[in-house]
């Protein structure tokens, strides 16, 4: 059975992770699955702009959820779009896609399955 986990955004910090011009807040959702699942909130790094790259992800499952400002994506199924707060996206294992832009205050809460998943870097779709 798993346990009960509380994270409070008064004391929780911010740290890098897979993109350098974001900053991730994780959520202890690894510790508590056993690392099935990962959970953390995204926001943009002040004064870094996107520096957009396509790649995919190799994962069972990611789902992202604008909770602040804005985030332009592009996907090579969907074409660019743009997510706004209250917006969310489910992005299929290795659908190739790039962040384009992001507004200064962008917060985004991310879902992942498993929590640890390999990244790459991929040639643009033709």
């Known amino acids: 059975m798993g346990k009960t986990v509380v994270h409070h955004a008064a004391t929780d910090t911010f740290d890098g992770g897979l993109r350098a011009?974001?900053?991730y807040r994780?959520?202890?959702i690894p510790e508590a699955?056993?690392?099935?699942?990962?959970?953390?909130?995204i926001r943009?790094?002040?004064r870094e702009g996107a520096k957009p790259e396509w790649h995919?992800?190799?994962l069972d499952f990611q789902f992202v959820y604008v909770l602040k400002g804005w985030v332009e994506f592009?996907?090579?199924?969907?074409?660019f779009v743009r997510l706004e707060a209250g917006s969310s996206v489910y992005q299929p294992s290795r659908v190739r896609h790039r962040?384009?832009?992001h507004s200064a205050d962008v917060e985004m809460l991310e879902v992942t399955s498993p929590a640890e998943f390999v990244t790459?870097?991929?040639?643009?779709?033709?």
């Open 21 to 23: 011009f974001f900053e």
């Open 26 to 28: 994780h959520l202890g």
């Open 33 to 41: 699955t056993g690392g099935k699942m990962g959970a953390h909130v």
């Open 44 to 46: 943009g790094v002040a």
């Open 56 to 58: 995919v992800h190799e």
């Open 74 to 79: 592009e996907y090579e199924d969907l074409g």
């Open 99 to 101: 962040e384009v832009r």
């Open 120 to 126: 790459r870097t991929v040639p643009a779709p033709v």
